[in-house]
């Protein structure tokens, strides 16, 4: 019921496209080896019956639906209801996700907090291995990002989207982890061609530190029309 109010309050909005995480607890963290964390997950896991749901209700909506799907064995399951994958940060050579979700022929967005420039090179060295046409057809993009949460606003580094939109030839965006939208304007001006931003219906009633980068429904109309204006 939680995820439903926030995929309606999220369709809404003038944002182009709502993104969902789909993810296995026990394909995520190992209970063996942590078994606290794997509960924690356990948590925020829904079933595939009830993701689907979600994605077939964003379509309705008349949205893009997009999903970071942290388990391979389930990108056959979605790519029929998902119009873009994403691949986070922490999976930027996870290569088995990454050539699964290029055979299966879906756009990709891929996060880069933590890497390297070598790091992302690579990762689109392997890409092009599996599907030269694939860089090349406007399919790929990379999102610059700083992985702190949440993400003090002198460690945005903005100048890093010229820099990959330079060297790379690639769409290039932003996925925020700052408070409130200050930075992600900037990140427009600075070029980002994709902007992405947690969503939450409660903002300011909860601590857990994804509430506290996230917009709501207000924040991002607001957002939107401040850059439209520009």
Not at 51 to 72: E, M, Q, R, T
Not at 96 to 118: A, M, R, W
């Amino acid at each position: 019921k939680e995820a439903k109010k926030l995929v309606l309050n999220a369709c809404k909005t003038k944002a182009d496209v709502v993104k969902l995480q789909i993810l296995k607890a026990d394909n995520l963290v190992s209970k063996k080896y942590d078994k606290k964390r794997n509960l924690h997950f356990k948590k925020l896991e829904l079933s595939i019956k009830e993701n689907i749901k979600l994605c077939k209700l964003i379509k309705i909506k008349k949205k893009i639906c997009s999903a970071s799907i942290w388990d391979v064995n389930q990108i056959d399951t979605f790519k029929k209801f998902v119009d873009i994958f994403k691949v986070g940060s922490g999976d930027i050579h996870n290569f088995e996700i990454i050539k699964k979700i290029i055979l299966v022929n879906k756009p990709l967005i891929i996060s880069t907090g933590l890497c390297s420039h070598k790091d992302i090179t690579s990762t689109l060295s392997f890409i092009k291995s599996i599907n030269k046409k694939f860089i090349t057809s406007g399919k790929l993009a990379i999102l610059h990002c700083n992985t702190a949460y949440p993400s003090p606003k002198e460690d945005s580094n903005l100048g890093t989207i010229k820099f990959l939109k330079e060297k790379l030839k690639l769409d290039v965006g932003f996925s925020d982890h700052s408070v409130g939208d200050e930075i992600i304007t900037y990140a427009y001006l600075s070029g980002a061609s994709i902007i992405e931003k947690h969503f939450s219906n409660t903002v300011k009633k909860k601590t857990f530190r994804d509430h506290q980068i996230s917009l709501n429904s207000l924040g991002v109309n607001k957002f939107l029309s401040k850059i439209n204006f520009i």
